[in-house]
């Protein structure tokens, strides 16, 4: 073999030997590329598992109230279209009806007091309530029409007040020393 011929071979080897290496490192970038995507979607399937686990998990007594607010009351809304509402005076058979009305300025401080005793007795840890899913549900439909007349007003407390505020006292009535405090009994109920 010539100079020029050996020459000339071993560019032609040293460019196939740089072309493999480059599809080679070309392969690698692309299935590193392929392994962090699919890490990406396992940290993305894992978030939305535990996303949808927290939902679906009973809640704690501060949870369930914050839950409660945001999910449920926040999206309460009142007709102010008159056209759209009842009219007339309500009739209040066999109901308290306050003669008059009064600021209650000492309602936060009788509230601190409340939660006080409530967080005293109550294992606020324990997950005894429903879930966020529930009441996501739950908000869904108060949002869907705006108060508009006595009876809506009715099912809106029936099913997103009272409810609540049974299985509250339910579960705190279950501690001897929370129905001693505040002699409620075994629990609470609701006469409309």
Not at 45 to 58: F, G, L, S, Y
Not at 73 to 94: C, F, M
Request: glycine share 2%; aromatic share 8%.
């Amino acid at each position: 073999m010539s100079a020029p011929t050996d020459t000339a071979n071993l560019l032609q080897r040293l460019r196939e030997a740089e072309e493999r290496a480059a599809r080679e490192e070309e392969r690698a970038n692309q299935e590193k590329e392929r392994a962090n995507r699919a890490e990406t979607e396992r940290d993305q399937a894992a978030i939305e598992r535990d996303q949808e686990r927290e939902k679906t998990r009973p809640t704690t007594l501060d949870e369930y109230l914050e839950a409660c607010h945001n999910l449920v009351y926040a999206r309460l809304t009142v007709e102010t279209d008159l056209s759209k509402t009842t009219t007339g005076s309500i009739r209040a058979y066999h109901k308290l009806v306050p003669e008059h009305l009064k600021q209650w300025t000492s309602f936060f401080d009788e509230q601190s007091e409340m939660l006080s005793i409530i967080y005293s007795f109550f294992p606020v840890a324990e997950r005894l309530f429903d879930n966020r899913a529930y009441l996501t549900t739950l908000g869904n439909k108060v949002s869907t029409a705006p108060i508009a007349d006595e009876k809506m007003l009715e099912n809106f407390l029936h099913n997103c007040v009272e409810e609540q505020v049974r299985c509250i006292i339910h579960e705190l009535s279950k501690s001897e020393d929370f129905q001693r405090q505040l002699n409620i009994g075994s629990g609470i109920k609701f006469e409309n």
